[in-house]
């Protein structure tokens, strides 16, 4: 994780559309999208 201009962005994958650059935040913010979309998981996990 890299953090520009006070924004955290991810630095594992090379080219990643800027919704992905700056989510999730923290594990809250999985479990907040697994509420709106249980039956689609999220391929990102803090581990």
Sequence with gaps: M????GV???TV???RPPNCRVFPIDPRDLADRDLVAP???CGFSFK
């Excluded at 890299?2 to 201009?5: C, F, G, Q, S, T």
């Design 2 to 5: 890299r953090i520009e201009d």
């Design 8 to 10: 955290a962005t991810c």
């Design 39 to 41: 039956d689609r998981p």
């Design 13 to 15: 994958h090379k080219f």
